[in-house]
T-cell receptor, first 112, second 114 residues
């Protein structure tokens, strides 16, 4: 089974600073990969998904971008953070038509 | 577009009593349905899923869910709740075609009272 790794676990950044969150997948190849944001109060919002290297689909236009430079690496970035970017960021991976998405431990981002 | 409704914000249950968390869905075609659990400051953990076959699905930690096509429901159940079952529970649905994007419900907070 696959394992999703995320780091860092917690991040405090000033407004206007850049962001780079990394997600890596262990135990499978050619996974579908997803970035979600969970705001306080629980709902999950899909931000980006990728079906392969260099293939990124954006769900919601915003201050963030994603890249997939390697098969099992998915990066969430921002050039200039906003206060509204604070939240809990989750990476997930799955494979196949009947895939189950498995989630990483998440990164708590606080923008001050 | 697919969607999920989890009508109750919070479910309180006494330890040892049956636990039910409700979920109804909307999707075109036969649904793929999922339940996840989230503990504080942790990622979502997969509990169980329905793809096809038997309407009663058994999953991790003694949980089960019943797919009811006529009522478009997929309620999560556990015969005897534990204090450690206190967590946030998410129902999710996707269509069997197109991309694999999941639609999540808003989540239900379950509180098991000792």
């Amino acid at each position: 089974s696959q394992t999703i790794h995320q780091w860092p676990a917690t991040l405090v950044q000033p407004v206007g600073s850049p962001l780079s969150l990394e997600c890596t997948v262990e135990g499978t190849s050619n996974p579908n990969l997803y970035w979600y944001r969970q705001a306080a109060g629980r709902g999950l919002q899909l931000l980006f998904y990728s079906v392969g290297i260099g293939q990124i689909s954006s769900e919601v236009p915003q201050n963030l971008s994603a890249s997939r430079p390697q098969d099992r690496q998915f990066i969430l970035s921002s050039k200039k953070l906003l206060l509204s970017d604070s939240g809990f960021y989750l990476c997930a991976g799955g494979q196949g038509v009947q895939e189950t998405q498995y989630f990483g431990p998440g990164t708590r981002l606080l923008v001050l | 577009a697919q969607s999920v409704a989890q009508p109750e914000d919070q479910v309180n249950v006494a330890e040892g009593n049956p636990l039910t968390v409700k979920c109804t869905y909307s999707v075109s075609g036969n649904p793929y349905l999922f339940w996840y659990v989230q503990y504080p400051n942790r990622g979502l953990q997969f509990l169980l899923k329905y793809i096809t076959g038997d309407n009663l699905v058994k999953g991790s930690y003694g949980f089960e869910a019943e797919f009811n096509k006529s009522q478009t429901s997929f309620h999560l159940k556990k015969p005897s709740a534990l204090v450690s079952d206190s967590a946030l529970y998410f129902c999710a649905v996707r269509a069997p075609y197109g991309n694999n994007r999941l639609a999540f419900g808003k989540g239900n907070q379950v509180v098991v009272i000792p």
